[in-house]
């Protein structure tokens, strides 16, 4: 009964999760790009920076591109990646 309470519920909702759920993972990313590839500091450490209420998005980081993904399970991933003179910057997002 709870889990067809909550099914319908976010259903109802879903087009305001995911907006929330991409904004929260596109400046998770890019504060987690600038932390890492600006900042210099390891990506266990900048993930401490995530303000409250992001605590289920992760950050996972490749130095070959340089860029840091932030995701939020199963609705939201988003990526930013340095680019000299620019800093880091997101990837262009999908309608």
């Not at 999760?17 to 590839?37: H, M, P």
């Not at 303000?51 to 199963?74: H, I, K, N, Q």
């Not at 991933?77 to 910057?89: F, K, L, M, N």
């Amino acid at each position: 009964m709870l889990a067809s309470i909550a099914a319908i519920a976010w259903f109802a909702n879903r087009t305001a999760i995911n907006g929330y759920a991409v904004t929260g993972a596109s400046y998770a990313a890019r504060v987690g790009c600038s932390c890492r590839y600006i900042g210099g500091r390891s990506i266990g450490d900048c993930a401490k920076d995530k303000v409250a209420g992001m605590e289920m998005v992760s950050l996972s980081d490749d130095p070959s591109t340089r860029s840091v993904t932030a995701s939020f399970p199963l609705v939201a991933s988003q990526t930013a990646t340095y680019r000299e003179g620019y800093g880091c910057v997101l990837e262009e997002w999908e309608d």
